[in-house]
């Protein structure tokens, strides 16, 4: 789709919408890639989404110019400018085959930014005191010494200090992105740069997303991978499905979302999980951490950026209660919004009615509301029905992990005419002009349309790091192929890195005191069945 380089004061007109709409949303069976097929969807995994014929030829889009300042300063996750939607039409990877180079040693959007995105990861080091300090304690250990890890998250440059944190410690890695719009393209080209084999730029097609995942995935006589970081089971599915004599070998697996976690216990309860596992996003410091507080803070800079809104007054429905869900509610409320939940879980409805939010079913509120927020994990959350009854100028987006939870798809339909405004900024139009306004096309909208708080990652980036080192020395057989969680004194670790910056100072326990508890002095201080 166009991203708003068109002539001024052009008029609508039919444009065919690309056939292969880029989706992040779970695939159950990724099939083969490219080249792998002999039949005539060959380069298409199954699962994957295809348009029929006559939709494609009936769908509108409609582009409004933007002058380059403002693609700049609305460009996500960015502020050099050089993560826009720019250098549409052919993809890295095409010109990189094109060129006789099938599998390069990297695949990024402009190698030449380096040095812009060399900056924005030594901004990020500075608000990642936790992951920086597990970085100089183990450099000299190489606690992961031959380690070859898989890599597939978001690519910011707060991950790029994570990814460069994984080599000092001795991995060698191969990263993908696991959402099409989150890569920040100057951080990729500054890992490029110095000599990381990083596959991801924003804007990427579908096809480009999984041959991206595949270049990480594939073994060759130079990389056997051992290790997989995944975020949302992506890198994971593609690798048993294409590679299961390769999957087999890999010691373990990280994941840090409810998408991917959901997709291993499924893996589990088939027994096609051959290898040990670790549930990362269960943790206590990924969940009342990066959940609660980064998304408390990013979803207001992914809505005013996007939108330029004022809070006050305004009528919001976050759906879904849980840590993502009571972030948003948090946020919201403090900024003056009237804030309404939808729950299924009768434990996080009563949650929300005692934090002072009224608790409803979305149909009751979704004529009056100015912003509809998905944070449940779920599909079909946000239903066509729903947004023909939304008023005009009704804003919606999505936190979680895959874009499911709102029906984009339904709004591809002739009747429809979709308007690019921004970088992730889209007004679908009605035939009687009402319009909603969609974020980043139902996909993470903190990471699409915003950045993340940097010291609130590395609480998550620390976490990663420490289960992989976990998983990666095990001895053979304390973890069977199954789904773990984190063991609690690792999450106590993480959170110790972090409080020298706040001038923290904990209280010690007494021998008497510790034997009353029936604690250790040092940890863990909490057993395995306490809720934070």
Known sequence: MSEGHGEPNMLRKESVVNANVPTDSPVTDPGQVRGGNTDGNAGKFEGQRVKSGALKKAARYRSRSLSASSADSYSSTSY???????????????????????????????????????????????????????????????????????????????????????????????????????????????????????????????????????????????????????????????????????????????????????????????????????????????????????????????LKRSTDIMFGGKQAVVCGYGEVGKGCCQALKALGSVVYVTEIDPICALQAAMDGFRVVKLTEVIRQVDIVITATGNKGVVTREHMERMKNGCIVCNMGHSNTEIDVHALRTPDLLWERVRSQVDHIIWPNDKRIVLLAEGRLANLCCSSLPSFVVSVTAATQALALIELYNAPQHRYKADVYLLPKKMDEYVASLHLPTFDAHLTELTDEQAKYLGLNKVGPFKPNYYRY
């Open 80 to 302: 050099t400018g050089s993560s826009s939607d720019e250098d549409e039409g052919v993809q890295p990877h095409e010109k990189a085959i094109a060129a006789g180079q099938p599998n390069p040693p990297y695949c990024v959007r402009n190698v030449e930014q380096h040095a812009f995105g060399r900056r924005e990861i030594e901004i990020a080091e500075q608000e990642m005191p936790g992951i920086m300090a597990l970085r100089a304690r183990a450099k000299d250990d190489k606690p992961l010494k031959e380690a070859k890890i898989v890599g597939c998250t978001h690519i910011n440059a707060q991950t790029a200090v994570l990814i460069e944190t994984l080599a000092a410690l001795g991995a060698t890695v191969r990263w993908a992105a696991c959402n099409i719009y989150s890569t920040q393209n100057e951080v990729a080209a500054a890992l490029a740069h110095a000599g990381f084999a990083i596959f991801a730029w924003r804007g990427e097609s579908e096809e480009a997303f999984w041959w991206c995942i595949d270049q990480c995935c594939t073994p060759a006589s130079s990389w056997q991978p051992n290790m997989i970081l995944d975020d949302g089971g992506d890198a994971t599915h593609l690798m048993l499905k294409k590679h299961p004599t390769a999957f087999k070998q890999i010691k373990g697996i990280v994941e840090e979302s409810v998408t991917g976690v959901h997709r291993l216990y499924q893996l589990s309860k088939a027994g096609k999980l051959c290898v040990p596992a670790m549930n990362v996003n269960d943790s206590v410091t990924k969940t009342k951490f990066d959940n609660l507080y980064s998304c408390r803070e990013s979803i207001i800079d992914a």
